[in-house]
């Protein structure tokens, strides 16, 4: 039996007069010629080459929920063959084609070949199954890293593998769900709509409320694979390490990995995390999170919100990416909770233009201490700080703390130097890992597992970025949202840092803070984007934000340099009046100058404060003017008031003249 569907939903799916499958989708006389059903005969490559990993009893397959390697251990050291079998066919698979690419070397073939074996190794990573698919994923985001004719091929892995069985989906929903299909939905389509490398993606309409949804159905048998694949890996990363002498703990990066992707598996904890993701960033502006029927969804079946759009490396939207960006940016160092597997196929470009998460199985948790370190690495790396940089890398878990940190200093300055040398809208991310290759390898730089999907998350990020122009870099896209942080955040660490950044070996470094100010300012989400080159505009937005509750730790570090200032003002006054009398007075003896070289310093300092406060005074009474009239006051009173009196007269006529 055929289920009615309504024309306008037809063609809002298929763009067609197809219709849809009911209950009864095992017969195939009731399906139309014109669509290709899937039958149990249809079989995928992955189920093809590797369906001898799934035969596991129920107990054994129920016991895979949750990540533990020692209980995947127990149960393929009772499976001995599969284990071996498993060893040959991924030995073999690669070593074959590890032989084809030496063969088109020493033949000068590499050119001519070079497409049809980008096209081979996709097939063998398909066959091999979702693990592998997984690693590639992540690979295929870095247009800057990988030969264009391999991105082409690796970029298919993202959300265009082989389905499997349509009848096998259909009877998961059945079985996780304990209902008919025709109870559940009103309407499905007869083929998934997309197919990646843990499930497939139907379209269905919900029977209780009529809603149209995504219906993901888990693959039969990837836990088993996976869990046999993490198993082999987990050796060889340990068989690397030693061989390397390698200072991370390769091992703990895949157990890390292995246990986001345990995670994904779970559809309930990814419906939850759906939920808490859609709370947490779902009200930025041009962000769509869709909403989880939770009530719907186990742990092999999800039903989520349905979102029309496109893929966002298919669309030139520079914008979305910056939307992207500062999405990641709230993610990591604001809340903490972040979407660790941001590639292409996870993230929609919508038709009404706003940017579309689709996918929440691989999730990562940023401790704050991290957060908070992170911010003080990526502030301490553009201002060439770099012996707080390295204090930075152990306080990250990046170094150990016996480490010698004056070595490391001195590495970091040499291979960073000129990567930060053209100014933080210009540092690349990826160039700077490359960088630190040699010293991480020399100082026994180590890998945190934590911050393995970190980075994982940062470098896809990036690389979609590149893939609409060639010279985006994203941490100097996310840097303006750092200095905003730091400027404003109430904790007492970033706070502590901000009071180091603007004072090496206790002067006031003001070219620092106006740098963080400035680069605050260009932390902008809105659709229209006006650069504006008018330093006054800029001097009012940067002194407005220092009026407001956020900028107080700001003002009070503006008005104690002002009182300083205002000392050293009224010290070279007196100086000044000192000398002219001296002139005056025939034969009088010289006196000493009241200044000292830190006066001096302070001077120069308020000389260039009062220039940014003078910009106010050329507008009239505007609103900022205001605020400027308002701002002196208060420096005024901090400068001049102990305990209700005026310390100084001259400085008291210079104010006047001034206000």
């Not at 284990?83 to 991924?90: P, S």
């Not at 604001?334 to 940017?355: M, V």
């Not at 200093?409 to 991310?429: C, D, E």
């Not at 308002?630 to 005024?636: A, E, I, L, T």
Request: charged content about 20%; aromatic content about 10%.
């Amino acid at each position: 039996m055929l289920l009615n569907s309504s024309p306008s939903f037809n063609s809002f799916l298929f763009n067609s007069n197809s219709n849809f499958l009911s209950k009864n989708h095992k017969s195939q006389k009731s399906v139309p010629q014109t669509l290709r059903v899937v039958n149990s005969n249809d079989v995928d490559a992955f189920t093809e080459k590797s369906g001898y990993l799934f035969k596991l009893s129920s107990s054994e397959a129920d016991s895979l929920n949750d990540y533990d390697l020692k209980k995947i251990a127990a149960i393929y050291k009772r499976k001995p063959f599969i284990l071996l079998r498993r060893l040959f066919q991924i030995g073999s698979t690669f070593g074959r084609w590890l032989a084809a690419r030496y063969v088109d070397s020493i033949t000068e073939k590499s050119d001519l070949m070079f497409k049809i074996r980008a096209a081979e190794l996709r097939q063998i990573l398909l066959e091999l199954g979702p693990a592998y698919i997984k690693i590639a994923q992540a690979v295929s985001s870095r247009p800057d890293l990988i030969p264009p004719s391999y991105l082409d091929e690796l970029s298919l892995l993202q959300d265009r593998i082989a389905p499997f069985s349509t009848e096998v989906a259909l009877n998961t929903i059945e079985q996780e769900l304990g209902l008919p299909i025709d109870m559940i939905f009103s309407e499905i389509s007869p083929e998934p709509t997309a197919a990646a490398s843990l499930g497939q993606v139907y379209q269905a309409r919900l029977r209780s409320n009529g809603q149209v949804v995504a219906v993901k159905v888990q693959r039969p048998g990837v836990q088993a694979a996976i869990s046999l694949d993490i198993l082999i890996l987990h050796f060889i990363a340990g068989v690397v390490k030693k061989a390397g002498k390698l200072n991370s703990d390769l091992q703990a990066v895949v157990d890390e990995w292995a246990s986001s992707l345990f995670r994904e598996m779970d559809y309930i904890k990814e419906a939850k995390n759906g939920l808490k993701f859609r709370k947490l960033y779902g009200a930025i502006e041009d962000v769509i999170v869709p909403n989880m029927y939770v009530e719907n969804t186990t742990r092999r079946v999800l039903v989520m919100e349905w979102v029309e759009g496109k893929k966002l490396s298919e669309v030139k939207d520079l914008y979305l990416v910056e939307v992207g960006v500062y999405c990641s940016f709230n993610q990591l160092l604001e809340y903490g909770f972040y979407h660790a597997d941001p590639h292409p196929g996870n993230l929609l470009r919508t038709y009404d233009g706003k940017l579309a998460y689709i996918d929440f199985g691989m999730m990562g948790e940023f401790k704050q201490e991290f957060r908070d370190g992170f911010i003080e690495a990526c502030l301490h790396l553009v201002n060439r700080d770099f012996e707080a940089l390295a204090k930075d890398f152990v306080t990250l878990g990046l170094l150990p703390p016996t480490s010698d940190k004056e070595g490391v200093t001195k590495a970091l300055t040499g291979v960073l130097q000129n990567a930060v040398a053209k100014g933080v809208s210009n540092i690349s991310f990826g160039d700077l890992l490359g960088n630190l290759g040699t010293t991480m390898y020399k100082f026994k730089f180590q890998i945190p597992s934590y911050f393995s999907l970190v980075i994982r998350s940062l470098a896809v990020l990036e690389g979609i970025a590149i893939g609409f122009d060639p010279n985006y870099k994203v941490l100097g896209s996310t840097y303006p949202w750092i200095a905003r942080k730091v400027l404003t955040d109430s904790s007492a660490q970033l706070r502590s840092s901000l009071q180091a950044l603007l004072y090496e070996e206790g002067v006031f470094r003001i070219d620092r803070l106006e740098s963080l100010l400035s680069e605050s300012l260009r932390a902008r989400t809105e659709r229209v984007l006006v650069e504006d080159n008018d330093s006054k505009v800029a001097v009012k937005q940067i002194l407005s934000f220092t009026l407001t509750e956020k900028g107080a730790f700001v003002r009070e570090i503006l008005l104690q340099e002002i009182a300083k200032g205002v000392d050293a003002f009224g010290r070279a006054t007196l100086d000044s009046l000192t000398s002219m009398a001296n002139t005056s007075i025939p034969f009088a003896a010289s006196s000493s100058s009241l200044m000292t070289k830190e006066d001096m310093v302070n001077l120069r300092t308020f000389r260039r404060l009062m220039l940014l406060l003078a910009g106010f005074q050329k507008n009239g009474g505007s609103p900022e003017v205001r605020s400027c009239t308002y701002f002196v006051r208060q420096s005024w009173v901090h400068s001049f008031s102990v305990q209700g009196k005026v310390r100084n007269v001259p400085k008291l006529f210079f104010w006047m003249w001034f206000i």
